[in-house]
């Protein structure tokens, strides 16, 4: 369950950690008076940013472990006290 959560919400924040970074590396780098404005609402290209970066993390994790076409599932055994991992299998 975690695992599905932290795949989903760590890419969409990050856009948001790297703009934070960005903004300290400006405040520290230049004094107040030299330092750009960072833009004042950047909150929708960081969302729309963070919302592809979720979905690509997503397909690319949901293609990874999937089945060929006409396989059956073949579930996990228990055989004299060892777990058997069930996968795919051919017909």
Known sequence: MW???VEAVGPFLIPFALYALWIAALKRAAP???APEP???PWVALSVAGL???FGVLWLTSNRNRMEVGA???PAVLENGR???GG???R
């Open 72 to 74: 059956n599932y073949t």
């Open 83 to 85: 777990i058997l991992p």
């Open 3 to 5: 695992r599905a959560v």
């Open 52 to 54: 592809l970066l979720a």
């Open 32 to 34: 107040a008076k030299a």
């Open 39 to 41: 833009r004042s609402h």
């Open 88 to 90: 795919a299998a051919a």
